[in-house]
């Protein structure tokens, strides 16, 4: 008999390496492509930087933020939030924003993560096939004979 536990791993872990292949390249490429195709630019002020630490179990972190106001078109001021950096109080930069969400922003010169997210999609979605792969591949090897406690098939044969 296969092995079942084996093959339920392979017939899922498999079809969700396509599904991430599948969707989430292309939803990557749309993100990447919003961005450019609705992104307006406007002139952002920093109000404020902050600090944000990051605990984990074994290590901690922190960041730099700051908080930008800037307005849109129709003249309604907007605060957002991004990695500070090199940013100070005062500071004046060119940020994108999209008119859906005015408090989702990045600095113009900066990438929306187009291309890191496509290399995450394709690495996550392969090892996923892999996985499914050497699942299926253990799943549906056959049983193995029946031996006797001499090695030999099929039970206990003397030859005379």
Known sequence: MADTAMLVAGLITGPAGLAVLGAGIPGALLRGRRWASEGRTAKARCLE??????????H????????LEYRTPDGVAHRSH??????VVGDEL????????P??????DESVGT?????????????????AAIT??????PDP???DPWGQPGGYHFSG
Do not use: Q
């Open 49 to 58: 930087t902050y600090v944000k630490n990051h605990r984990h179990e074994d």
């Open 94 to 101: 060119t940020i994108r924003h999209r008119p859906r969400n």
């Open 136 to 141: 299926l591949n253990i799943g549906l090897r």
């Open 145 to 147: 004979v029946d031996a």
């Open 82 to 87: 991004v990695m500070a950096r090199d940013l």
């Open 60 to 67: 901690s972190s922190s960041s730099r933020w700051a908080i």
């Open 103 to 108: 408090k989702k922003t990045v600095r113009e």
């Open 115 to 131: 291309a890191a997210l496509v290399v995450v999609c394709v690495v996550f979605g392969i090892a996923l096939l892999t996985a």
